[in-house]
């Protein structure tokens, strides 16, 4: 691969309860060479660092893990790494990363994947009440070592479906782009073609993706 064809940023964008992890999962499998860069790792390391007790502070660090983000990209791109970025991306993210982009003449694929509102809710719900994520994501208030058994009480920070809706909306989740734009479709989890979309991928990256 050339160093040209290394300076490429993939976005694996939508909105919570799309499946991006799983996505993620299967394109580090199929094309070799990506650094995998997930913002909720850098708000998971700050809400155990820190701490929170409340919202206001939870955004605080929140806002904080965006700017180590953006560092984390500079870095990787300063080094011509490839990298693969996983999170629900939104207006807040954009300005910042197409400046990181055009400062390192990196082409920016995103990978968009779109689901029904109600769809959304019900399986991103489902997921944060089943599958071991970071409490401080479900919480309004979070100290390294609290679980939902020893705080007797239910997570406080899980949205309503009107909030999640809106949330959706304001955000642009749906919308999100930069760059070349890839879109699937992920209501129903048993009719993606995982392979279909690693081949649009390889076309973008023109790099040879394992079967």
């Known amino acids: 691969m050339t160093t040209e064809q290394q300076h490429v940023l993939v976005l694996l964008a939508g909105a919570p309860g799309t499946g991006k992890t799983y996505t993620a999962a299967k394109?580090?499998?199929a094309v070799h060479g990506f650094v995998s860069l997930p913002l909720d790792l850098f708000k998971e390391h700050l809400y155990?660092?820190?701490g929170f007790d409340n919202l206001r502070e939870k955004q605080m660090l929140d806002?904080?893990?965006?700017a180590r983000y953006y560092r984390g990209i500079d870095i990787l791109m300063a080094e011509g790494k490839m990298i693969l970025g996983d999170y629900p991306f939104s207006r807040l993210q954009k300005e910042s990363i197409e400046q990181l982009a055009t400062k390192y003449h990196y082409h920016v694929i995103t990978v968009r994947l779109e689901a029904a509102i109600n769809v959304l809710y019900e399986r991103q719900?489902?997921?944060?009440?089943t599958d071991p994520r970071h409490l401080g994501h479900l919480m309004n208030h979070y100290h390294r070592g609290d679980t939902l058994d020893n705080i007797s009480e239910q997570p406080d920070g899980m949205p309503s479906f009107e909030t999640?809706?809106?949330r959706v909306k304001d955000r642009g989740y749906q919308d999100f782009q930069i760059g070349q734009l890839i879109r699937v479709d992920v209501n129903d989890y048993t009719k993606i073609d995982y392979q279909k979309l690693l081949e649009k991928l390889k076309q973008a990256l023109k790099v040879e993706v394992e079967s």
């Open 164 to 166: 999640f809706a809106k």
């Open 63 to 66: 806002a904080e893990a965006r």
């Open 27 to 29: 394109i580090m499998q």
């Open 125 to 129: 719900r489902h997921r944060d009440l």
């Open 48 to 50: 155990d660092e820190l």
